[in-house]
């Protein structure tokens, strides 16, 4: 069966500092992969999608980034965290074939200080 | 642009009561639809969905039903429980898209 995970699931981080989170996608291959970002009491703002390695779109522009290094790996990265970048942050994918249906991962809390 | 516009929550209801929450959307072809829920502290999963105009998707006692002459697809369930408590979010797909087009959300808050 197919799995998702994301971590940390949960970080407090200066203002400045830098940021990774890692999301890894188990039991299928070549998904499409999405960052997701829910700021609290708000919905979802897509940040970043990828079709496959080294490819990704971007929805916002921001000083947020993302890389796919291999198939089922979706890193997001900043180089300097802002307050604003404080949320929850949610690493999905969907099989190639059905991009409709997204699977979840746990989620990762990020507050910035 | 295509859009899905939810009621807005918090919605507050008593164990055992009948829940709607209401869906509709704007699109330019022929979307599938899509409820997906969220617990406390969770990520997101997939609720129920439909593909095509009068499809009724249903899970977990919940059902929706896809009405293209009204452009809708309100959730309903008829007898709610406390572990329902969730943010509900209701969602479009377009096959020409890569992305979802998402409601904003609407927190559902079961009172024993």
């Known amino acids: 069966s197919q799995t998702i995970h994301q971590w940390p699931a949960t970080l407090v981080q200066p203002v400045g500092s830098p940021l990774s989170l890692e999301c890894t996608v188990e039991?299928?291959?070549?998904?499409?992969l999405y960052w997701y970002r829910q700021a609290a009491g708000r919905g979802l703002q897509l940040l970043f999608y990828s079709v496959g390695i080294g490819q990704i779109s971007s929805e916002v522009p921001q000083n947020l980034s993302a890389s796919r290094p291999q198939d089922r790996q979706f890193i997001l990265s900043s180089k300097k965290l802002l307050l604003s970048d404080s949320g929850f942050y949610l690493c999905a994918w969907t099989y190639r074939e059905t991009t409709g249906e997204l699977f979840f991962g746990e989620g990762s809390r990020l507050t910035v200080l | 642009g295509d859009s899905v516009t939810q009621m807005e929550g918090p919605v507050t209801l008593s164990e055992e009561a009948f829940l709607t929450i209401n869906c509709t959307y704007t699109?330019?072809?022929?979307?599938?639809l899509f409820w997906y829920v969220q617990y406390p502290g969770e990520g997101l999963q997939l609720l129920l969905k439909?593909?095509?105009a009068d499809d009724k998707g249903s899970n977990k006692g919940f059902e929706a039903t896809y009405r293209k002459e009204t452009t809708s697809f309100h959730l309903e369930k008829g007898s709610v429980q406390v572990s329902d408590s969730a943010v509900y979010f209701c969602?479009?797909?377009?096959?020409?898209?890569?992305?979802?087009?998402w409601g904003a959300g609407t927190k559902l808050i079961i009172k024993p």
């Open positions: 039991g299928t291959s070549n998904p499409n």
């Open positions: 699109a330019t072809g022929y979307p599938s």
């Open positions: 439909a593909t095509k």
């Open positions: 969602a479009l797909h377009m096959d020409s898209n890569y992305q979802l087009i």
